[in-house]
C-alpha cells in the first residue's frame, strides 16, 4: 500500500467523514438536511457534561455496566496457549453489545425532539435494544428486519413485538439485514421530519459511523482499565466478529495507538470464501452503498451482491467504512471463519464455559480457537463476546437435527 | 456548452409549454423491448428522455420501480448495455434529450472518466444521481460537468432557502424538484403547494424547473405544466409496462404500445396547461 501512515489511528474521520477514501455522505438530498442536523446535534451532546453523566448512569444502572472482563481458565487450557480472556457484552441488558449504541442514540433522539425511531435489524439484537430504549423513553418504535431473518430469529422478533414495537418483515431483495437498511432508509425519507433512524453499527452516512463508534468504545475502554486491574498491563492482542463491526470497534478503538497490540476482525466466511459468504474485505472491494464508501461484495457491473452466512448479524455484503480504512492502513487484521467453524465453537465454549455465545461471536472465537495455541502461555488475548446465544438455540437445534439425520 | 436539454428547453420556451419528462428503466423488461419502447417515445410527446440504469439496492425508489430494475438485471441488463441502449437511440434521434438517472455504484465501479467519456460519446445528456449530494461533489458532478454533461440535481421540501444555493450552484441542464418527501411511488402533493416551492426555488435560478414524484395522470401532469417546466412521470409509465407482460414477465405485443398510449395522454395534458407568464 502506497498510502502515508497516520501519526495516530484515532482521529478520523475528517469534517467529511472520511476515513481516507472511505466514508462520506451518500445519501438523497431529502435527507441530507437532516444528516447535517444531527451531525450538530451530536457534536453538542458530546461536549455537554451532562449529556454524558446522563448517559453514564443509564449504563451503570440500566445496562448494567461495566461488563466483567472474564479469564477464561477451562478455554486457556483447552488450546493450551494465550491466556484468554471475555469481554463480556453478552450479560449486558437485552444480551449484547448494540445497547450501548441505542442508549447513546435515543438521548441524541430526545435532544433532537424526535418522537419515532425507526431501525433495521439482522439478528433481532439490535432491534430488541432499540425497541427496549424505546419502551424505556415513551417513544414510537418501527423495526425493519428482512423476512429470512424473521423466520430464523422468531424469539427476538416476539419480544420486539413485547417491547411494544412494530416489526415490519421486509421482502424486497435477499430479505435479509442489506434489505432491511434499504427500506429502513425509504422510511425515513418518507417521515424525514418527525423520525429519528437509530442505525445498529458502524456504517450508514457520517456522523453515523463515528458516532456509533464513540459510543461502543465503552468497550475499549473498560477493557484497559480492567486489564490493567488484572494484569497490570495492557493485552497482547484483542479479537472481533465483524458484521458492520460496531462491538469489533468498540473493542478496537481505545487500542489503536498501542502498537504492542494486535488486533483482528473476524468476518463471517458462510459456505467458505469461494462460494457463498458474507467477507466484504476478503471477497470484495470498495464501492459506495447505504451512505458510504467502504468494502463491498459485488459483481462487475457495481450490483451488490447476496451475502451469506449462518448469522444473522453477520449476513451483510458491507463493513464499516473505518473498518476499510485500518485494513488498508495495516493496522488491523481480518480473518474469516465459516459458517460449521463458528458452529464447533458455539458448541465448545457451551460445554467449557458454560456461555453459549450468540453465533455472532461464535466467529470469533473459532478465530481464538486458531490463534490462541500459537501464541506463548502470558499473551493476554481479549476476545468480544458481544451477545448471548439464547436467540440461535432453535436455530442451532434445527441444523444439528439435521446433521443427524444424514 | 449549449447542451440538447438546453435547446429543448428555448424550443418549449417559445412554443409556451412545459415539457413532459417520462421516466423508465434500461431494459425492462428486455434489453430489446426497452429500446423499442425509448424510441416510441418522442413521437407519443415526451420532451425529454429519462433512462434508469438498474441498480440492487435502489433506497429512494418504491416498488414498481424495484421491480423494474430487478427485471432488468435478470434480463442481463447492465451498464455498458445502458450506454449501448443510448447509442442505439441516437441512431434515429439526435436532438431528444437523454438523461441517465441511478445510482452512483455501478458508474463509480465503471470508473468516472471512463463512463462519462462513453456517455458522452453515446449521446447521453444529463445525469441524475440520487445519492450523490452537493457535500460529494468532487465525485462526479464536477468531472461531469467539465465533460460536457449536465449535471441534474435534486431539490426537495427539505432543501430550505439556506441550502437551495448549494444545491443549486452546480446544477445544470434543469433542476428536477422532488415534489414530496418520500419514495417513488407515492401520494401525489397538493398542487397549490408544489407551485409554492416551485417558486421559492425561481427566486433563486434561471434554470427550468420539472417536478417529478407522485404524478401518475394527465390531470395531475397537467396541473404540474401550470407552474413548472416540465412534468416528470415514472412509476405510472413503469405500471403501464409491467401490467403489460405475461404471467412470466416477458413482453407482450401490446407493451410498446401500452407505455405509448399512455405517454400520449400525459402529453396532451402537459400541453393543455397555461403557462404561467413569465
Ligand atoms: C451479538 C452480536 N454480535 C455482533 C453483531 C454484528 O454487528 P457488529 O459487527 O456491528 O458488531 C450482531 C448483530 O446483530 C450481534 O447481534
Not at chain 1, 90 to 98: P, R
Amino acid at each position: 500500500m502506497t498510502q502515508r501512515l497516520p501519526n495516530s489511528f484515532r482521529v478520523g474521520p475528517n469534517e467529511h467523514g472520511h476515513f481516507g477514501i472511505f466514508g462520506g455522505r451518500f445519501v438523497a438530498e431529502t435527507l441530507m438536511p437532516l444528516i447535517l442536523d444531527l451531525e450538530k446535534a451530536y457534536a453538542t451532546a458530546k461536549a455537554d457534561p451532562a449529556f454524558q453523566a446522563e448517559m453514564n448512569g443509564y449504563l451503570k444502572d440500566y445496562v448494567g455496566r461495566p461488563s466483567p472482563l472474564y479469564f477464561a481458565e477451562r478455554l486457556t487450557e483447552h488450546l493450551g496457549g494465550a491466556k484468554i480472556y471475555f469481554k463480556r457484552e453478552e450479560l449486558n441488558h437485552t444480551g449484547s453489545h448494540k445497547v450501548n449504541n441505542v442508549l447513546g442514540q435515543i438521548m441524541v433522539a430526545r435532544r433532537m425532539g424526535k418522537k419515532r425511531i425507526i431501525a433495521e435489524t439482522g439478528a433481532g439484537q439490535h432491534g430488541v435494544a432499540t425497541a427496549t430504549l424505546c419502551a424505556r423513553f415513551g417513544l414510537e418504535c418501527v423495526v425493519y428486519m428482512g423476512a429470512v431473518d424473521v423466520a430464523r430469529q422468531q424469539s427476538n422478533v416476539i419480544r420486539m413485538e413485547m417491547l411494544g414495537a412494530k416489526v415490519l418483515p421486509v421482502q424486497s431483495g435477499t430479505r435479509t439485514l442489506k434489505d432491511a437498511m434499504n427500506e429502513a432508509l425509504r422510511d425515513w425519507v418518507t417521515n424525514v421530519h418527525s423520525t429519528f433512524y437509530c442505525i445498529g453499527t458502524v456504517a450508514g452516512p457520517h456522523p453515523y459511523p463515528m458516532m456509533v463508534r464513540d459510543f461502543q468504545s465503552v468497550i475499549g475502554i473498560e477493557t484497559r482499565k480492567q486489564m490493567q486491574e488484572a494484569e497490570g498491563r495492557l493485552p497482547d492482542s484483542l479479537i472481533a466478529c465483524i458484521g458492520g463491526g460496531s462491538n469489533a470497534m468498540g473493542l478496537f478503538h481505545p487500542f489503536l495507538d498501542d502498537p504492542g497490540v494486535e488486533i483482528f476482525g473476524v468476518e463471517a466466511a458462510g459456505h467458505g470464501l469461494t462460494q457463498l459468504h458474507a467477507a466484504s474485505i476478503a471477497g470484495g472491494r470498495p464501492g459506495v452503498l447505504h451512505g458510504n464508501r467502504t468494502y463491498l461484495l459485488m459483481d462487475d457491473d457495481g450490483q451488490i451482491q447476496d451475502a451469506h452466512s449462518i448469522s444473522a448479524g453477520l449476513d451483510y455484503p458491507g463493513i464499516g467504512p473505518e473498518h476499510s480504512w485500518l485494513h488498508e492502513t495495516g493496522r488491523v487484521k481480518y480473518l474469516s471463519a465459516t459458517d460449521d467453524e463458528a458452529l464447533a465453537a458455539f458448541l465448545l465454549l457451551s460445554r467449557l464455559e458454560g456461555i453459549p455465545p450468540a453465533l455472532e461471536p461464535a466467529h470469533a472465537i473459532a478465530k481464538v480457537m486458531e490463534l490462541a495455541p500459537k501464541r506463548p502461555k502470558d499473551h493476554l488475548m481479549v476476545v468480544n463476546l458481544s451477545g448471548r446465544g439464547d436467540k440461535d438455540i432453535p436455530q442451532i437445534t434445527e441444523i444439528l437435527k439435521g446433521r443427524k439425520q444424514k | 456548452m449549449t447542451t440538447r436539454i438546453d435547446a429543448r428547453f428555448a424550443e418549449l420556451r417559445r412554443e409556451g409549454r412545459a415539457a413532459l419528462v417520462t421516466f423508465l428503466m434500461a431494459g425492462d423488461p428486455d434489453p430489446k423491448t426497452s429500446l423499442d419502447i425509448i424510441k416510441a417515445l418522442p413521437k407519443a410527446g415526451a420532451d425529454i428522455i429519462e433512462i434508469g440504469m438498474p441498480f440492487t439496492d435502489p433506497m429512494a425508489d418504491g416498488p414498481s420501480i424495484q421491480a423494474a430494475g430487478l427485471r432488468a438485471l435478470k434480463a442481463g441488463m447492465n451498464l455498458k448495455k445502458t450506454l449501448e441502449m443510448v447509442r442505439g437511440f441516437r441512431k434515429s434521434d439526435n436532438t431528444t434529450p437523454l438523461v441517465l438517472m441511478g445510482y452512483y455504484n455501478p458508474i463509480y465501479i465503471y470508473g468516472v472518466d471512463k463512463f462519462l467519456s462513453d456517455a458522452k460519446t453515446a449521446g447521453v445528456d444529463g445525469l441524475i444521481i440520487v445519492d450523490l449530494p452537493p457535500e460529494e461533489d468532487g465525485e462526479l458532478c464536477l468531472p461531469a460537468l467539465k465533460a460536457g454533461l449536465n449535471f441534474i440535481r435534486l431539490a426537495t421540501p427539505t432543501t430550505d432557502d439556506k441550502r437551495l444555493p448549494a444545491v443549486l450552484a452546480n446544477t445544470s441542464g434543469f433542476v428536477y424538484y422532488v415534489s414530496i418527501t418520500g419514495i417513488t411511488g407515492s401520494a401525489a402533493a397538493d398542487s397549490k403547494v408544489v407551485g409554492e416551492a416551485v417558486s421559492r426555488i425561481q427566486r433563486h435560478t434561471k434554470l427550468p424547473i420539472c417536478v417529478g414524484f407522485g404524478i401518475r395522470t394527465p390531470q395531475a401532469a397537467r396541473a404540474v405544466a401550470e407552474n413548472a417546466n416540465g412534468a416528470v412521470v415514472g412509476t405510472a409509465l413503469v405500471d403501464a409496462l409491467s401490467d403489460s407482460l405475461d404471467a412470466a414477465g416477458q413482453a407482450t405485443a401490446r407493451t410498446v404500445a401500452e407505455v405509448a398510449e399512455l405517454v400520449a395522454l400525459l402529453a396532451q395534458g402537459v400541453r393543455g396547461a397555461r403557462q404561467a407568464a413569465e
